[in-house]
């Protein structure tokens, strides 16, 4: 198959573009015509859900609307098998910091018998509603970038800073082998990214909600020993009551977090959430536990979630004289799983006031879009936006959802048709805004 002219010139620019990709068919139905909602569901219909996601379609996918498009791409592979497709718009001033917007290719499982339209078929009711795993989260931005894009290229805007879109893998398993590879490469410094967007979370109200942080999710296993021996002895410092002393010392200290949000005074997401997963110990037997033997181990497993603020040496130092006192002879292990704070030391937080011109700009684009943002968040759980703040980017999470129910990772996941096509038109404000965004040279 001959390559048309552009994606020759797009070969030389990245030289990683095999024709392969023309060939992609898009995942639309013989009866469906080609339209932003219907590329939608062509997107959704790709199976990248865990545990075997499959992104090579995915990414033929995506690069064939790229083509469509006219824009530059280019496939990056940092772990084998999970490739990270970068999408380029040439900015009229490519020396000035460009603007990236971030989406993950993966998804959550779904299960089928628990789906009122199968998961991946992408099912579009009579009133609007495309049903799918990924529709919110966060298939629907992936394309509407692209559908904005595709608009703006329509009007002949031209972008002064360049814009980039990024899709990565395995965001839904921690992203260590996708963003987090992607943003400490060569590839990524030498796109000079200035300010990022990333994946945010419907809203139930007429508002969108916007996220200048996530919580770093901690697991933290304690454990506990003590002498072993005949059940009818009495004991000092036994395994399980060093354990259970433990676990009344957390439960204060959850409970006084509770009390913080219960008041009022904090959303769930600004407070440390402290939430027992196991607890173990004890001599099986074939019928359940050997009862007159005191075990020598007890262990717990704990899933910890620290807002920003959160002084992480704090909070180990707490758990060390507190939570498994040696004097109690107990240990513990801390899996942090993300980093907490940024490359020079300060909170993994985006500030979304004056100070920051890249909020003022994006907070005007949604004003100048006739729609209006609540309260900025700190999002309860993680995105890869956390790995971008690491490097020292501003970036927000912002998916333009509203009128919604909160669906992701839900059974019947879905999206109104019209929510989706709105996202559409607010990005065209938001991407166009931000490329002719003159200040913040670094
Ligand atoms: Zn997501």
Known sequence: MACPHNLLLSFVFFGLISCAVLSATPPLLQEEEDTSITRFQGYLRIKTAHPDPDYSPAISYLKSQAHSIGIQYKTLEFAPGKPVLLLTWLGSNPSLPSVLFNSHLDS????????????????????????????????????????????????????????????????????????????????????????ALDEGQASPGDEFRVFYADRTPW???????????????????????NLMKSVEVMS??????????????????????VNPVYLTAGIPSPTGFVMNVQPSDAEAGFDLRLPPTADPDQMRKRIAEEWAPAIRNMTYEIIEKGPIRDYMGRPLMTLTNDSNPWWSVFSEAIRRAGEKLSKPEILPSTTDARFLRQMGIPVLGFSPMKNTPILLHDHNEHLQDTVYLNGIEVYEFVISSLSLFAGASD
Not at 108 to 128: I, L, N, Q, Y
Not at 161 to 188: A, M, Q
Not at 221 to 238: E, L, V
């Open 252 to 273: 204060r200290f959850r409970e006084s977090q509770f009390d913080v949000v219960k008041a009022g005074k904090a959303a769930n997401s600004e407070v440390i959430s």
């Open 219 to 241: 697991g933290l296993k304690i454990k506990a020993k003590g002498p072993p021996g005949h059940g009818s002895r009495m004991y000092d410092n036994s395994a399980t009551e």
């Open 108 to 195: 959550v499982p779904a299960e089928p018998s628990k789906w009122v339209h199968p998961p991946f078929s992408a099912v579009r009711t009579a009133d609007g509603k495309i049903y799918a795993r990924g529709a919110q989260d966060d298939k629907c931005i992936g394309m509407q970038y692209l559908e904005a894009i595709r608009n703006l290229k329509r009007k002949n805007f031209t972008p002064t800073r360049t814009i980039h879109v990024s899709y990565v893998p395995d965001e839904e398993i921690g992203g260590l082998d996708g963003s987090n590879k992607f943003v400490g490469s060569k590839e990524f410094r030498d796109l000079n990214i200035g300010f």
